[in-house]
Nanobody, 119 residues
Framework: QVLLVESGGGLAQPGGSLRLACAAA??????????ITWYRQAAGQQRELVAS???????NYADSVKGRFTISRDNDKYTVYLQMTGLKSEDTGVYSC???????????WGRGTQVTVPL
């Protein structure tokens, strides 16, 4: 099991920026191979994938955030970041990170961090 803690959420104005962090409690050898995915869930809506990064730094983004959000990882700090720019009201939600060993059916979740972008 990998303990994940998200931080960096808050209130941002439309067009503004936030940087989220997902810190993991894991050995360096394990963290470096984990696939980490950011999800978000707006009130009353289903959770959706925002961005993911693999152990070899392959990245994937939801169409709605391409060109605005950037996911990256720092294995020395056991942390994955989500840099969010050009924020819109529709980016509002609870952002959670998920960690999965490649090929494993199991994964771990953080508790999430709230991002609010008013209209």
């Amino acid at each position: 099991q990998v303990l994940l803690v998200e931080s960096g959420g808050g209130l941002a104005q439309p067009g503004g920026s936030l940087r989220l962090a997902c810190a993991a409690a894991a050995s360096k050898s394990l963290f470096s191979i984990l696939d980490i995915t950011w999800y978000r869930q707006a009130a009353g809506q289903q959770r959706e994938l925002v961005a993911s990064i693999s152990g070899d730094n392959s990245v994937n983004y939801a169409d709605s955030v391409k060109g605005r959000f950037t996911i990256s990882r720092d294995n020395d700090k056991y942390t994955v970041y989500l840099q969010m720019t050009g924020l819109k009201s529709e980016d509002t939600g609870v952002y959670s990170c998920n960690a999965r060993r490649p090929g494993s059916p199991f994964s771990d979740w953080g508790r999430g961090t709230q991002v609010t972008v008013p209209l």
